[in-house]
């Protein structure tokens, strides 16, 4: 039967009233930014006083942390995207180091607790179910949680299936709000040929570890966005990852990634939220190939260990010579967060036939500086242990430090790091005995 849901629409200002002094917000994520209801809050900030928002990654402007909203509003950020860094590292706004997968357990627990979810959904089907589109992540499991529900309905949201949907009348409050969502373009296109030949050639190494049949996780950034386009030689690829963007929307139209050869979730892509384009919006739009479920099971290490031959590609700001990797800090000035990497490594890890991947390029700041190093910088967080590491990549080549000796991994990094720095590496090496003759 058709759901009559029009008495529960109110305005926009009329619905952020429910939110009070001292309530912890949880924001919807990514594409899902809701921003009208955001909008409409701030407007309030005179009136409000210890206002909580947590949120993983956004691309909008976020107001919330600027000077002038001390006391009045302030953000637990949980993964830190661009548009907080920089009030993250001045102490005006918080981070939480978490794992992506733990993320929806604080939440039922209440360790992060929350009075009021913020969402951005879709226009409800005719049995009265809305879907969380384009990231479910973490919002999914906030929304079961939180004593107060208010959407924004958005009819260019898609209807991404899956454990995706909310009904209705589990909604407290609900705004209209017809609007294109934020795209975010592939991060290629604009390198220098210099860095795109870089990037290319870190995804020539990537594909070569690559087989046909293998279940793909990847992260976000140049490295994945490098990698994709070199895949369209593979065959009968899966996909499990907690994101994907535009290039596999056309790995999957080429008929590359379908999931038949997955023996678990066969036939699926199984995601939590994607990042990219209309193109990749409207792909997933009532797409029965893709289901979207929460990092609680898409990044859970033993759901991710299930799929066979499953092979992870992350990135790093720089990994040491015996093979920790930092990939959310740079020393002590946070930088992003744990994301997904540590849930994806260590699923990879035990998964039959499995690959974990961390790339990055040998070097930053135009060739000036190594990211292959003798120790991490001074407060560098390490974000996947070097007991976790299985291959690192750079455009040099790929070292295995799988079961290696210290001295056998410090060989192979040294020779995937930039030429120009091998030679200090070496001798840093040999002076704290980690190489000798």
Request: aromatic share 8%; net charge negative; with cysteine.
């Amino acid at each position: 039967m058709i759901f009559n849901y029009s008495d529960k629409f109110i305005e926009a200002e009329d619905a952020v009233k429910a939110v009070k002094s001292n309530h912890k917000v949880w924001l919807h994520a990514n594409s899902c930014f809701p921003d009208l209801l955001v909008s409409k809050l701030l407007e309030r900030y005179r009136e409000l006083q210890n206002v909580t928002f947590y949120q993983l990654t956004t691309f909008n402007q976020a107001d919330f942390v600027e000077p002038e909203m001390k006391g009045h509003f302030t953000l637990n950020a949980l993964f830190t995207s661009g548009n907080v860094r920089k009030a993250v590292n001045e102490g005006r706004a918080d981070f939480t180091p978490a794992f992506l997968s733990e993320i929806p357990r604080m939440l039922e627990e209440s360790v992060i607790p929350v009075d009021v979810c913020l969402l951005h959904l879709s226009v409800p089907d005719e049995h009265g179910y809305c879907s969380f589109g384009v990231s479910n992540e973490c919002s999914k499991i906030a929304a079961e949680c939180a004593k107060i529900k208010i959407a924004q309905i958005n009819p260019k949201m898609p209807r991404v299936l899956g454990d995706n949907f909310i009904h209705i009348s589990k909604l407290d409050y609900i705004v209209w709000h017809d609007k294109e969502l934020i795209e975010v373009k592939n991060t290629t296109k604009d390198l220098s040929d210099e860095d795109k030949a870089v990037y290319d050639a870190i995804g020539n190494n990537i594909a070569e570890l690559i087989k046909d049949g293998d279940t793909l996780q990847m992260g976000i950034g140049a490295i994945p966005d490098a990698v994709l386009p070199l895949l369209r030689e593979k065959r009968d690829l899966g996909v499990h990852t907690e994101m994907f963007s535009d290039g596999l929307v056309d790995l999957m139209e080429a008929g590359i990634v379908h999931g038949s050869r997955k023996n678990f979730l066969k036939d699926k892509v199984v995601s939590s939220f994607l990042i990219g384009s209309k193109k990749v919006f409207d792909f997933v739009d009532n797409n029965p190939l893709i289901e979207f479920r929460s990092t609680k099971f898409v990044n859970d290490p033993f759901v991710i260990a299930r799929n066979d031959n499953l092979v992870s590609i992350n990135s790093a700001i720089e990994v040491d010579f015996t093979g920790q990797v930092c990939a959310d800090s740079i020393g002590y000035r946070n930088y992003s967060g744990f994301g997904g990497q540590v849930d994806f490594v260590r699923g990879a890890i035990r998964s039959k036939g499995g690959r974990s991947i961390i790339a990055l390029p040998s070097t930053a700041k135009g060739g000036a500086v190594s990211r292959i190093v003798s120790c991490l910088k001074e407060g560098a967080g390490v974000t996947t242990s070097r007991g976790d590491v299985n291959f690192v990549a750079t455009e040099f080549g790929v070292a295995n430090l799988w079961g290696k000796t210290m001295r056998e991994r410090v060989k192979s990094m040294i020779n995937i790091a930039h030429p120009d720095f091998r030679e200090e590496l070496e001798r840093k090496a040999r002076e704290v005995k980690f190489l000798w003759d």
